[in-house]
């Protein structure tokens, strides 16, 4: 069963940049589409984008589009989120997951496997 840890949250001030890894234990990412998500306090979770598992297609959220960009290494052990211009209401718990390619299309929201997630917070 894949496993997965998400790093590299911290505090940054607005404007800032972030980027969060992914990391699968137990096997690549070869055939796994990766979404990250988050949780701000007292809001429902939020799909903000993924890409397939092919590397070759991204999608995001529009409250993520033109800041975010999601992309992965070679061989595929690694799922890396880069966050610029980040803004106060950015801050939540950051998560990744991940679904077998034949399990859906990389867009839609239901994903199998679950990190804990990692902090972001961006003051203003």
């Known amino acids: 069963q894949m496993q997965l840890a998400e790093s590299g949250g911290r505090l940054v001030q607005a404007g800032g940049s972030l980027r969060l890894s992914c990391a699968a234990s137990g096997q690549t990412f070869d055939s796994y589409a990766v979404g990250w998500f988050r949780q701000a306090p007292g809001k429902e979770r939020e799909f903000i984008g993924a890409?397939?598992?092919?590397?070759?297609?991204?999608w995001y959220a529009d409250s993520v589009e033109g800041r975010f960009t999601i992309s992965r290494d070679n061989p595929p052990t690694t799922v890396y989120l880069q966050m610029d211009a980040l803004k106060p209401e950015d801050t939540a718990v950051y998560y990744c997951?991940?679904?077998?390619?034949?399990?859906?299309?990389?867009?839609?929201?239901?994903?199998?496997?679950w990190g804990p997630g990692t902090q972001v917070t961006v003051s203003a």
């Open positions: 890409i397939t598992w092919s590397g070759e297609s991204t």
């Open positions: 997951a991940s679904k077998y390619a034949l399990n859906g299309s990389f867009r839609n929201p239901r994903y199998d496997y």
